[in-house]
T-cell receptor, first 114, second 112 residues
C-alpha cells in the first residue's frame, strides 16, 4: 500500500505570494490532518478534515485554509505569505479519524519564503 | 487544553547503551499518548502509543514506554541503541479528538 504523498516536496516563494500544498492520503483513509513544523514553534496542528468536512482547527490566522476532496485528497493554502511561514508542512492520514487512532505522516513539503 | 514537556532537548548516547527520553504531560481529562520518531528529511513515524490498559507499552524497533498517571509521565526507553536510532523523537498527546499536541522534541545522537 502506498504511503502518504505530499507535493511538492520543496517550494520557494516570495513574501506576499500565495501557495497551495497537496496531500494524498493512504488509499481508504478518510481523515487528513495538517501540521506546521518550525525550529522555533515545533510541531503545531493546523486543521483536520474528515469526509470533506473540517472538524478541527488550530490557532492559525485565516490566511491558512484547507479543503478535502471527495477522494480524500487534501490541499492547504496559505495566502499573503510572510517570512514566518517558512516551515515544513506535514500531512497525516488515518482510516477513520477516531481519537487515539494511528496517523500516518507524509514526508512533508518544505516551504521557504524569501 | 493539553500540553507536553520533553525534559531533554538533546541526548547523546553510546552505541549499545540504554537510553531514556522523558516526557510529561498535563491535561484535565484522560488522554492518549504517543511517541513518534523523525529521521532527517522525513516525516514522522509512530513508535508506540498508549490508549488504555497495561501501562507498559511495547513498540517498534525495541522501544517501550511506561505510562504513569500519578506522575503524568510517559517516558520512552530502549535497552540498547544502535547508530540507526539517531533521530529526533517527539512525545504527543491527544484528548477526545484527533488533534495531536507535540512536545518540543528530543534529539538522540548515537555514537560508536
Amino acid at each position: 500500500k502506498a504511503g502518504v504523498t505530499q507535493t511538492p516536496r520543496y517550494l520557494i516563494k516570495t513574501r506576499g505570494q500565495q501557495v497551495t500544498l497537496s496531500c494524498s492520503p493512504i488509499s481508504g483513509h478518510r481523515s487528513v490532518s495538517w501540521y506546521q513544523q518550525t525550529p522555533g514553534q515545533g510541531l503545531q496542528f493546523l486543521f483536520e478534515y474528515f469526509s470533506e468536512t473540517q472538524r478541527n482547527k488550530g490557532n492559525f490566522p485565516g490566511r491558512f485554509s484547507g479543503r478535502q476532496f471527495s477522494n480524500s485528497r487534501s490541499e492547504m493554502n496559505v495566502s499573503t505569505l510572510e517570512l514566518g511561514d517558512s516551515a515544513l508542512y506535514l500531512c497525516a492520514s488515518s482510516s477513520d479519524g477516531r481519537a487515539g487512532g494511528e496517523q500516518y505522516f507524509g514526508p512533508g513539503t518544505r516551504l521557504t519564503v524569501t | 487544553a493539553q500540553s507536553v514537556t520533553q525534559l531533554d532537548s538533546q541526548v547523546p548516547v553510546f552505541e549499545e547503551a540504554p537510553v531514556e527520553l522523558r516526557c510529561n504531560y498535563s491535561s484535565s481529562v484522560s488522554v492518549y499518548l504517543f511517541w513518534y520518531v523523525q529521521y532527517p528529511n522525513q516525516g514522522l513515524q509512530l513508535l508506540l502509543k498508549y490508549l488504555s490498559g497495561s501501562t507498559l507499552v511495547k513498540g517498534i524497533n525495541g522501544f517501550e514506554a511506561e505510562f504513569n498517571k500519578s506522575q503524568t509521565s510517559f517516558h520512552l526507553r530502549k535497552p540498547s541503541v544502535h547508530i540507526s536510532d539517531t533521530a529526533e523523537y517527539f512525545c504527543a498527546v491527544s484528548e477526545n479528538d484527533y488533534k495531536l499536541s507535540f512536545g518540543a522534541g528530543t534529539t538522540v545522537t548515537v555514537r560508536a
